[in-house]
């Protein structure tokens, strides 16, 4: 029933949660550092987002009333868009380094790094399969923005778009069916 947003103002953006159906919204923080990108925990309770607290952006997570934040990278200069995976345990976000922008993978206290893309330009915005198995991304490899997948090592990346500028992939929620789909097409439920 809520969204977390980044409103901008001043040169700088702070992170709000409202409800649609209400039209009522509330602010999470009041830092004079800018914070975007925010991304609920799958159980609704933890947002991570970028925050340029510490000098540059680094990736954190608070609960959803805005409280108990606490940085969740400390590698790297420039980490943003981060994605929990399915069951929360991990995370992926964009670090840049010296050749661009990589996607990486971490524990939620900072640990477990692992860098999953490397020397193919601007890689950015991973986001998590439904499944877990699979996280999509952006990259700017073959000299336009496109949309890839690879495996949640890092490993069988696949550009799934082409032509023109592809950009911010999201997946649609897992829908279960109330139909046993193991049944043959035409049988009835």
């Not at 990589?102 to 193919?120: E, F, K, P, R």
Request: aromatic letters at 10%; charged letters at 20%.
């Amino acid at each position: 029933d809520e969204i977390v947003f980044a409103v901008s103002n001043g040169g700088r953006s702070n992170l709000w949660s409202g409800n649609p159906l209400t039209g009522k919204a509330h602010r999470l923080s009041y830092q004079r550092y800018s914070e975007t990108s925010p991304s609920w925990a799958p159980n609704g309770y933890e947002i991570l987002f970028s925050a340029d607290r510490g000098g540059s952006p680094q990736i954190y997570v608070m609960d959803a009333q805005g409280g108990d934040v606490r940085r969740v990278t400390f590698m790297g200069r420039y980490n943003e868009s981060a994605s929990w995976s399915p069951e929360g345990g991990l995370i992926a976000y964009a670090s840049q380094d010296p050749e661009g922008f990589n996607i990486y993978t971490s524990s939620l206290n900072g640990a477990d790094v692992v860098q999953l893309t490397s020397n193919a330009r601007n890689n950015e915005r991973p986001v998590w399969s439904p499944d877990g198995m699979l996280i999509a991304f952006e990259s700017d490899r073959s000299g336009s923005k496109q949309i890839y997948l690879m495996r949640k090592d890092g490993s069988g990346v696949t550009c799934i778009t082409s032509g023109g500028e592809n950009t911010w992939p999201a997946w649609a929620p897992r829908v279960i069916s109330p139909f046993n789909t193991n049944k043959q097409q035409g049988e009835k439920p």
